[in-house]
Nanobody, 122 residues
Framework: QVQLVESGGGLVQAGGSLRLSCVAS???????MGWFRQPPGKEREFVAV????????YYAESVKGRFTTSRDNTKNTVYLQMNSLQPEDTAVYYC????????????????WGQGTRVTVSS
C-alpha cells in the first residue's frame, strides 16, 4: 500500500509557474509515476508520466514543452514543474503510482493522491 500526498497547487497568473510535489509513504522506485488532471466539469486526463524502468518521461501534447516531471526515488517524491501556465491548465492535479502498461490511462495506476488544485487566472 502506497499513500500519495500532493502539494504545491495554488492560484497563479497566466504565464506563471508552479511546482507540484507528490510524496509517497513507501518506495516508488518500481512504479511508473503519473500526473493527471481534472478540469472543472471534465473527465480526468493524462498529463505526464515518468517510468520506473527507463526513467523516460512522456507528456500530453497540451503540456509538452511547458511541463516537466522528475522523480527522486531516494526521497520517494515526484515533481511536476509547470511553466507558462494558461487558464486552460486550471484543474485539480493528481499524482498516481502504478505498474500498468497503459500509463496514459487511469487504469494503469493503482494508487492515487487526493489532488491539489491549480487555478490560472487570465
Amino acid at each position: 500500500q502506497v499513500q500519495l500526498v500532493e502539494s504545491g497547487g495554488g492560484l497563479v497568473q497566466a504565464g506563471g509557474s508552479l511546482r507540484l510535489s507528490c510524496v509517497a509513504s513507501g518506495r516508488i522506485s518500481t512504479y511508473n509515476m503519473g500526473w493527471f488532471r481534472q478540469p472543472p466539469g471534465k473527465e480526468r486526463e493524462f498529463v505526464a508520466v515518468i517510468r520506473s524502468s527507463s526513467g523516460s518521461s512522456y507528456y500530453a501534447e497540451s503540456v509538452k514543452g511547458r511541463f516537466t516531471t522528475s522523480r527522486d526515488n531516494t526521497k520517494n517524491t515526484v515533481y511536476l514543474q509547470m511553466n507558462s501556465l494558461q487558464p486552460e491548465d486550471t484543474a485539480v492535479y493528481y499524482c498516481a503510482a502504478g505498474g500498468g502498461v497503459y500509463y496514459y490511462a487511469t487504469a494503469g495506476y493503482t494508487y492515487w493522491g487526493q489532488g491539489t488544485r491549480v487555478t490560472v487566472s487570465s
